[in-house]
Every structure is written in C-alpha cells, then in structure tokens.
C-alpha cells in the first residue's frame, strides 16, 4: 500500500443535490462532492450508501474490492 499514490481532497460543506446523483443519506452529499470535483481515479468506501450510485467516475469500490483488483 505504501507504493500507492493517494492525495487528500477538500470536503466542502454545503453542497447543492441537485447537481449530484442522488444518495439516501443526505449529510454524504459534501463527501460525493469532493469525489467528483477533484475528479478523483478510484473513490474507496464502506458506505453502501455510495456502492449504489450509479457514477462514470469516479469509480466507487470497498476496500477489498480495491484491493482485489489493484494489488
């Protein structure tokens, strides 16, 4: 893992929805927001919430998903 680039992304903190996908979790918009904006390659989670969005990018894996198709 330490051969892995990553970088750390502003989080705003009010973001308009309605230029986003939906999501049930209203509060997660500002952590989608910062995904999409900084146009990150890979965004990785634990939330289900984020697994179902159905986003071109970036793309949206759990950590095993991450870890089974990149390492």
């Not at 999409?36 to 894996?61: N, Q, R, W, Y």
């Amino acid at each position: 893992m330490s051969k892995l680039n990553f970088e750390m992304v502003f989080t705003p903190n009010d973001v308009d929805p309605s230029g986003y996908p939906p999501i049930r979790d209203k509060s997660d918009y500002p952590i989608l927001a910062s995904a999409i904006i900084a146009d990150v390659d890979v965004f990785i989670t634990g939330d289900k919430d984020f697994l179902t969005l159905d986003v071109e990018s970036p793309e949206i894996l759990t950590i095993s998903q991450f870890a089974a198709k990149y390492m």
